[in-house]
């Protein structure tokens, strides 16, 4: 099937209940596993990146990393990881964040990104915002703007745009 004709929704699947009661899960994994939908993923997050100035696309821990490193590769941009703590083998700067169902900390090399350095964050998910404001925190430590965060799946009603403002937002599909 050309890939211009999937309908992405198809390859997401609601798990009930996950991480915690009351959640309602986006699984992105059936879409990961097809090439074709996960083929027509990554050139649609390159068309919404497009008209923006950057350089690295900077992808959060895990799934960050299954759509950054692909898209950076296609558009020709470094890609960063974001992890969590003790991840990483080399001096990091590190944060420590709320999360809608608990807290977290990320970290990131130290030597990443530096003043003057444009970036996109990429993700599988927008939830409520908390990862990618402290992403995008931390990434500004080390000098860095932060000018797009892009997802594949954006929960709308969670208002987790509102959270980034003056970012570019950019959402494949939004429930």
């Known amino acids: ?53 950057f350089d690295h696309l900077v992808g959060i821990e895990s799934r960050g990393f299954i759509f950054g490193a692909p898209l950076a590769y296609k558009l020709g941009k470094g890609f960063v990881p974001i992890r969590k703590p003790g991840k990483l083998p080399y001096h990091t700067e590190r944060i420590d964040y709320t999360l809608e169902y608990g807290s977290g900390s990320l970290e990131v090399h130290a030597d990443a990104l530096e003043a003057g350095h444009r970036a996109v964050i990429i993700d599988d998910l927008l939830a409520t915002g908390g990862t990618v404001c402290a992403t995008r925190e931390l990434l500004g430590r080390l000098g860095a703007e932060v000018v797009a965060a892009a997802f594949v799946v954006e929960l709308g009603f969670l208002n987790g745009r509102e959270k980034l403002p003056g970012l570019s937002v950019r959402s494949l599909l939004t429930y």
Do not use: C, H, S, Y
């Open 1 to 53: 099937m050309p890939t211009a004709k999937l309908n992405l929704a198809d390859f997401i699947r609601d798990i009930p209940d996950f991480p915690q009661p009351g959640i309602l899960f986006k699984d992105v994994t059936p879409l990961m596993r097809e090439p074709a939908a996960l083929r027509a993923t990554i050139d649609r997050l390159a068309e919404q990146l497009a008209d923006l100035d």
